[in-house]
């Protein structure tokens, strides 16, 4: 799925303030730039895509600034301009700039768990009081695990519950009740003027449903309320000594899928088509009257419960799969290096 660009000019409790969101790509594409002009501060807030906008507006609504009266010597701030901040931000958007988006990782530096395996997680969510709280900030009595329990493979949609079920996937099921098959177009991109879009080759391939399973126990001795999961699915590759992301639509963060070159046309490619739905929406379950999409679950002291989760996926990426337990990000942010990547390739 992907999103629109979205600015709003509002008001964050006692300050003004604009809040963006990016289009997908990184782990962050929320932010929020905060005026404080009593003390001549804008303060920029990053959000990862993990967390609902009406949480990012509360969580704004409430930040407070208080002077220290201490000045810092100038050789210990590393200086930069709003211009500056906006064109690096422009330089990554136009794919200009190469280090901003992580899409490989030293073998050696991740943690590949098994099925079954549990897994410490770092989650935010609410306290007993009703105050945001990120276990990963200071102890709060919240100790989370999660393990994923089973993962199935179907072709057709019977595993789901029928209310659940993203209306674009109900349309791409046959009469036999069987997925339907998925073409897809590998495009090399003309650049709009002397070239134009060229397709390389076309070929079918069988969808399948993945369907995971997830068990989620609060350890510890204080209960978490409102706290988001998000399961996400992943393509790598992995080559020499490191795990690569890859994607249908490439472009110029992330490698598409099959290393972009064609062995029996010799040619190369820079996306992939899809006529299809895989790779296009999720399916989940629990679901709660809270946040975008309601994937959030509660969680007294000692307590578990079962989260339920699909995605619908080409047949030869099957044994390519792995799952993201920290949240929507398709790099190697740092949270997910340090809670590690579930194998469920099939």
Same mark, same amino acid.
Not at 12 to 41: N, V
Not at 74 to 86: F, I, N, Q, Y
Not at 129 to 156: H, L, P, Q, R, Y
Not at 188 to 193: E, L, M
């Given at each position: 799925? &992907? ?45 990862? $895509? ?48 190469? =280090? ?38 200071? $102890? ?21 519950? $029928? ?59 204080? $209960? ?33 899928? =099959? ?31 809270? =946040? ?11 307590? &578990? ?42």
């Amino acid at each position: 799925m &992907s999103l629109k660009r979205l600015k709003e000019k509002t008001d964050f409790g006692d300050h003004e303030g604009i809040y963006l969101r990016m289009k997908r790509g990184t782990s962050y594409s929320q932010k929020i730039y905060l005026l404080y002009p009593e003390l001549y501060r804008i303060l920029q807030i990053y959000i990862s $895509e993990d967390v609902s906008k009406e949480e990012v507006y509360k969580v704004a609504s409430n930040i407070k600034l208080i002077g220290t009266e201490e000045i810092m010597d100038p050789d210990d701030v590393k200086w930069t301009s709003w211009s500056a901040d906006v064109q690096e931000e422009s330089r990554w958007k136009s794919g200009a700039s190469g =280090g901003d988006v992580r899409t490989f990782v030293l073998r050696k530096d991740l943690k590949i768990h098994k099925i079954g395996e549990q897994i410490s997680l770092e989650v935010s969510g609410t306290d007993s009081n009703g105050n945001a709280i990120w276990t990963a900030e200071k $102890e709060t009595g919240i100790d989370i695990t999660a393990s994923v329990e089973s993962v199935e493979v179907a072709d057709d949609l019977s595993l789901l519950e $029928e209310e659940y079920i993203y209306e674009g996937w109900k349309k791409a099921v046959g009469p036999d009740g069987k997925l339907l098959k998925n073409q897809l177009s590998y495009i090399k991109c003309g650049d709009g003027i002397d070239t134009l879009d060229e397709v390389i080759k076309t070929e079918e391939t069988e969808q399948k449903l993945v369907f995971i399973t997830t068990v989620y126990t609060n350890q510890g001795d204080q $209960e978490i309320n409102n706290m988001l999961y998000k399961g996400n699915l992943m393509l790598l590759r992995e080559a020499d000594d490191e795990y690569q992301v890859y994607t249908y639509e490439g472009g110029s963060h992330f490698p598409v899928v =099959g290393s972009g070159y064609d062995e029996a046309s010799g040619k190369t490619y820079d996306r992939i088509e899809q006529s299809g739905v895989a790779w296009t929406w999720g399916y989940w379950t629990p679901r709660a009257d809270y =946040g975008n999409g309601g994937n959030y679950i509660s969680l007294k002291a000692g307590e &578990s419960i079962r989260t339920k989760e699909a995605w619908i996926v080409n047949e030869q990426d099957l044994e390519h799969l792995y799952l993201n337990l920290t949240g929507e990000s398709m790099e190697f942010n740092e949270d997910m290096i340090r809670t590690g990547l579930v194998d469920v390739r099939q």
